[in-house]
């Protein structure tokens, strides 16, 4: 089994900055063979998709909406992924989860439904 469990989120003025992480447990397996993601919930909105890392970080992809402001990263010796979030908005304000995918070969990994395991979030909140 795969635990996740996030932390970091908390109350945040619109152009400040905030650091997200994810850390895992997992009996029996080696975190850096699994790619990890970040997506957000905001009420009334869709789940939307925010980053990805593979289990080496040798490769990322971010969506639109944060590319240039977020950055993924992850320390496989430590067991955790992190989001560094910077020049936030408030349209930033979410629920902010991290997911880990056991799947391998996929193309895009940007779809909630490719992700195994999921921590329990932590919210973000941007004032204006």
């Known amino acids: 089994q795969v635990q996740l469990v996030e932390s970091g989120g908390g109350l945040v003025q619109a152009g400040g900055s905030l650091r997200l992480s994810c850390t895992a447990s997992?009996?029996?397996?080696?975190?850096?063979?699994?790619?990890m993601g970040w997506f957000r919930h905001a009420p009334g909105k869709e789940h939307e998709f925010l980053a990805t890392i593979s289990g080496s970080a040798g490769s990322t992809d971010y969506a639109d909406s944060v590319k240039g402001r977020f950055t993924i990263s992850r320390d496989n010796a430590k067991n955790t992924m992190y989001l560094q979030m910077s020049s936030l908005k408030p349209e930033d304000t979410a629920v902010y989860y991290c997911a880990l995918t056991t799947r391998t070969y996929y193309y895009s990994y940007r779809s909630r439904s490719l992700y195994d395991y999921w921590g329990q979030g932590t919210q973000v909140t941007v004032s204006s």
């Open positions: 997992a009996s029996g397996r080696t975190f850096s063979s699994y790619r």
